[in-house]
């Protein structure tokens, strides 16, 4: 942009230069074009001046057109730089749109962990105390069982004097 704003300047000093040419060239064909110094200059001088003068205003011609077309490209190469831009302000916007998202899926990939991990203790105590529960409740039937046990030994037993007393009284 500071290139397309030098060639613009640089632009119309030239066609400033290429007015004050023709002006001159111009007060020459029309007869008023003065010369400092001998006034009688021959016609070869003055045609050879009036040569350069549209020599002089071809080169500059050619250069306001180069700069021109300079200027026309530099304005187009701006457009493009410009749209450039634009569509990376764009992505920029996108990729922190993303970054937040990425941060949010983060923290709550983290609290998901951590309720995990809490559901796991929470389930290993649970675990624990059925084990406990199982072993507690396997620990009384095999109590309750040896109990039982004991007393149809018992009653067995009972039976078994209870026969043999039988045949002792009867014998």
Do not use: W
Not at 23 to 28: A, D, G, H, I
Not at 41 to 67: G, P, R
């Amino acid at each position: 942009m500071k290139k397309n704003g030098e060639l613009e300047k640089e632009m119309t000093r030239f066609k400033k230069l290429l007015n004050v040419t023709r002006r001159k060239l111009s007060e020459y064909e029309g007869g008023e074009l003065t010369f400092p110094g001998n006034s009688k200059t021959n016609q070869i001088e003055m045609d050879s001046q009036i040569n350069m003068l549209k020599q002089k205003v071809d080169d500059l011609s050619a250069k306001l057109e180069t700069a021109s077309s300079k200027c026309l490209y530099l304005d187009a190469n701006n457009q493009l730089l410009t749209q450039e831009l634009s569509s990376m302000k764009e992505m920029q916007k996108k990729y922190e749109k993303l970054k937040k998202n990425k941060k949010k899926l983060e923290q709550q990939v983290v609290n998901l962990r951590s309720h995990v991990e809490f559901s796991m203790i929470e389930y290993s105590k649970i675990e624990q105390y059925k084990r406990e529960l199982e072993e507690r409740t396997r620990l009384d039937i095999t109590e309750k069982l040896k109990e039982a046990n004991l007393f149809f030994q018992t009653q067995v037993a009972s039976q078994e004097r209870l026969g043999q007393l039988r045949e002792t009284n009867n014998v």
